[in-house]
């Protein structure tokens, strides 16, 4: 299957139209039920794993990323970021988005293996749009009921908009759910390889960073080490089978049933909460985001 490339600029008239019918995601459509839900956040070490894998995306986070030296905020950089582009309107997030295109645009160089690379690369800037899409279709189904086809339908249609609000061309989107989920498929079985970023994601959820240096040691310890457990049980464990074999991951039987227990806890404590608090983190990193923004 042949992958995305930068199509040919539109003609004038034909870049007026399209422009007409970029929109942000509007309160009570799937994306914005579905996309912040709780859940969610224990893919994130799953997602950026899959982001970092992509060698473009891996070269550029480490040659100009502080991911290592300040984990929690660039978490929180980044969370607040995905945020506005759902939750924070046209404005702001047409806004963000052309910012994090002005930041990314200097990023460049030469990856390990000699290969130039620039992080505004078509292909690579596709495929962190897609692990945004397939992350929260993945939490839902591992630690909740999951969407219906026609949920997933209107999800990835939403998804298309918000790929779209990021600067992605529409001729580079898959233009259905089945088709997303082969070129997805593809990027995972052809493109994605280990690096020296893979090794940093995996390095720091093993032992996670203190989120404030002012926590004690003694209190810090024994919550990292859970914190590192099941980060790393629910990040292999959700990888995709072949990716997670060249990865050199390993994967038991006996892990597969921990993090079925795992999910299934996971479901039962989040029945209990109703689906509009699910969003709650989610709705309040945007107004953060747009009060930092005023």
Same mark, same amino acid.
């Given at each position: 299957?042949?992958?995305?490339?930068?199509?040919?600029?539109?003609?004038?008239?034909?870049?007026?139209?399209?422009?007409?019918?970029?929109?942000?995601?509007?309160?009570?459509?799937?994306?914005?039920?579905?996309?912040?839900?709780?859940?969610?956040?224990?893919?994130?070490?799953?997602?950026?794993?899959?982001?970092?894998?992509?060698?473009?995306?891996?070269?550029?986070?480490?040659?100009?990323? &502080?991911?290592?030296?300040?984990?929690?905020?660039?978490?929180?950089?980044?969370?607040?970021?995905?945020?506005?582009?759902?939750?924070? !309107?046209?404005?702001?997030?047409?806004?963000?988005?052309?910012?994090? $295109?002005?930041?990314? /645009?200097?990023?460049? !160089?030469?990856?390990?293996? !000699?290969?130039?690379?620039?992080?505004?690369?078509?292909?690579?800037?596709?495929?962190?749009?897609?692990? =945004?899409?397939?992350?929260? #279709?993945?939490?839902?189904?591992?630690?909740?009921?999951?969407?219906?086809?026609?949920?997933?339908?209107?999800?990835?249609?939403?998804?298309?908009? +918000?790929?779209? +609000?990021?600067?992605?061309?529409?001729?580079?989107?898959?233009?259905?759910?089945?088709?997303?989920?082969?070129?997805?498929?593809?990027?995972?079985?052809?493109? =994605?390889?280990? &690096?020296?970023?893979?090794?940093?994601?995996?390095?720091?959820?093993?032992?996670?960073?203190?989120?404030? &240096?002012?926590?004690?040691?003694?209190?810090?310890?024994? @919550?990292?080490?859970?914190? /590192?457990?099941?980060?790393?049980?629910?990040?292999?464990?959700? =990888?995709?089978? @072949?990716?997670?074999?060249?990865?050199?991951?390993?994967?038991?039987?006996?892990?597969?049933?921990?993090?079925?227990?795992?999910?299934?806890? #996971?479901?039962?404590?989040?029945?209990?909460?109703?689906?509009?608090? $699910?969003?709650?983190?989610?709705? +309040?990193? /945007?107004?953060? /985001?747009? !009060?930092?923004?005023?």
């Amino acid at each position: 299957m042949s992958r995305p490339s930068d199509p040919p600029a539109a003609p004038p008239a034909e870049r007026a139209e399209n422009s007409a019918r970029i929109r942000a995601p509007r309160r009570g459509e799937v994306v914005w039920r579905r996309f912040g839900d709780i859940r969610g956040t224990l893919m994130a070490p799953q997602l950026l794993l899959l982001q970092v894998a992509h060698p473009v995306v891996g070269a550029g986070v480490a040659d100009h990323s &502080n991911f290592r030296a300040e984990p929690w905020p660039r978490l929180i950089r980044t969370l607040l970021s995905l945020t506005t582009v759902v939750y924070g !309107g046209q404005e702001a997030a047409t806004a963000e988005a052309r910012r994090l $295109r002005r930041m990314h /645009a200097g990023m460049k !160089g030469t990856d390990a293996a !000699g290969r130039p690379y620039r992080a505004l690369d078509p292909e690579a800037y596709h495929w962190v749009h897609a692990t =945004l899409v397939k992350g929260p #279709v993945d939490a839902l189904t591992v630690f909740g009921r999951g969407m219906s086809e026609g949920e997933l339908e209107e999800y990835y249609r939403g998804m298309r908009d +918000v790929g779209r +609000v990021w600067g992605l061309k529409e001729r580079q989107l898959p233009p259905d759910w089945p088709s997303f989920l082969a070129y997805y498929d593809d990027m995972v079985t052809h493109r =994605l390889e280990y &690096n020296a970023s893979v090794r940093d994601v995996l390095a720091e959820l093993a032992h996670p960073a203190k989120p404030f &240096n002012r926590l004690p040691d003694p209190l810090w310890t024994p @919550v990292a080490r859970l914190v /590192a457990h099941y980060a790393l049980l629910v990040t292999v464990g959700t =990888l995709p089978p @072949v990716l997670r074999e060249r990865l050199h991951l390993s994967w038991s039987p006996r892990q597969e049933r921990a993090l079925r227990r795992f999910a299934r806890a #996971v479901r039962v404590l989040t029945a209990l909460v109703p689906p509009p608090l $699910r969003l709650t983190l989610a709705l +309040v990193l /945007a107004r953060r /985001a747009a !009060g930092r923004s005023t």
